[in-house]
C-alpha cells in the first residue's frame, strides 16, 4: 500500500534555526549591537557561542514571560531552549518524582536523567518531537477491504491505536516513520500529559469532555512505556533510522524510555503549567 500519511517531519538530525529565530536571539540578548545582521551569520558558523547564548538566562524569561512567543520563534527553537534549561536545573535536583498507581514515589536519579540529556542527539530529538506537536496531524485513509467495500481508518498523531494499525497496514519497508511516530507519541503523552492517560478512562465512564486522545490498546502509564520502548526500538532497526542519523538516539530511547520521561515531565510542571494545553491542542 502506497504511503498516504506521515507523521511530521522533524529536524533531528541537526540544528538549525530559521532568520527569524536567530534574530530574536540577538535582539533579546544583544539589543545594543548596530549590526544586528552581523551578528546572526556570525551565530550561523559559531555553534559554541549560540549554545551559550541559548542557555542565556535573559532568553529563557522571555521566552516565559510571552504568551505568544510562538509568533516569534520556531516551536523547535522554544523547546530547544526549554530542554537545555531542564538539563541545568535537573543538575541542582537530587531526585525525580514518578507518579505510579496514584501513588508519588522518589526516585534519586536526576543525575541520570543529566547524563541522559548530556548527549546533544537526545537533546535535539526531545525539542524536534516536542515542536512536532504543536500542531495534531490527522486524517482518513481509505482501505479497500473487498471490490466495493472501503474501511476508512481515521489515522492521529496521538491517537496510538490507529497508528499501529496504520503501521501493520504498510510493508515493512515502509514503517520506519510509523513506527517511529507511535513512540513518539507514547513519549509525548507519558512525559507531558501523563494525567491525559489516567483521565481517559474516567470520561469513558462519566459524561465530560472526550479526549482526542485515545487508544484501546494501551490502559495505563506502563502500557504506554512498553509500546514506546517497543517502537521506538522497532524504527531504530529501519534502514531509514540509519541513513537520517536517528537509528542510534532512537535505540538510547527504547533503552531508557522512562528517563526521557523525566526531562518532559520536568518541563510540563516546571516551566509550561496550564500553558502547555495552549501551546499543544489537544
Not at 544586528?36 to 522571555?62: G, I, R, S, Y
Not at 524536534?128 to 496531524?137: G, V
Not at 490498546?217 to 522497532?234: K, M, P
Request: charged residues 25%; aromatic residues 10%.
Amino acid at each position: 500500500m502506497a504511503r498516504s500519511w506521515e507523521g511530521e517531519n522533524m529536524d533531528t538530525a541537526g540544528r538549525t534555526w530559521t532568520a527569524q529565530d536567530l534574530q530574536f536571539l540577538v535582539s533579546t540578548l544583544v539589543p545594543e549591537r548596530a549590526d544586528p545582521q552581523h551578528v546572526v551569520e556570525v551565530l550561523q558558523d559559531d555553534t559554541e557561542l549560540l549554545e551559550a547564548m541559548l542557555q542565556d538566562d535573559k532568553l529563557f524569561q522571555e521566552l516565559m514571560h510571552n504568551d505568544d512567543i510562538l509568533l516569534s520563534v520556531s516551536p523547535r527553537f522554544f523547546f530547544q531552549v526549554l530542554v537545555l534549561r531542564a538539563r541545568r536545573d535537573l543538575q541542582k535536583e537530587m531526585y525525580t518524582i514518578e507518579r505510579r498507581n496514584l501513588q508519588k514515589v522518589v526516585l534519586f536519579d536526576a543525575q541520570r536523567v543529566v547524563d541522559l540529556l548530556q548527549q546533544p542527539e537526545v537533546c535535539d530529538y526531545l525539542a524536534s518531537m516536542l515542536a512536532s506537536y504543536t500542531r495534531i496531524q490527522s486524517t482518513t485513509i481509505p482501505i479497500r477491504v473487498r471490490r466495493g467495500i472501503w474501511y476508512r481508518l481515521r489515522v492521529n498523531d496521538l491517537d496510538v491505536d490507529s497508528l499501529v494499525r496504520y503501521a501493520q497496514m504498510l510493508e515493512e519497508k515502509q514503517r520506519f516513520q510509523a513506527y517511529q511516530r507511535v513512540g513518539d507519541a507514547c513519549l509525548f503523552l507519558a512525559g507531558i500529559f501523563p494525567e491525559h492517560i489516567g483521565a481517559r478512562q474516567l470520561y469513558s465512564r462519566h459524561s465530560g469532555p472526550q479526549l482526542r486522545v485515545r487508544s484501546s490498546l494501551l490502559q495505563n502509564l506502563e502500557d504506554y512505556e512498553t509500546y514506546g520502548r517497543t517502537f521506538y526500538h522497532l524504527a531504530s532497526e529501519q534502514p531509514q533510522a540509519e541513513v537520517g542519523g536517528l537509528d542510534q538516539v532512537l535505540a538510547l530511547l527504547s533503552e531508557k524510555f522512562i528517563l526521557a520521561e523525566k526531562p518532559l515531565t520536568f518541563i510540563a510542571e516546571r516551566y509550561l503549567s496550564l500553558r502547555k494545553h495552549h501551546i499543544f491542542p489537544l
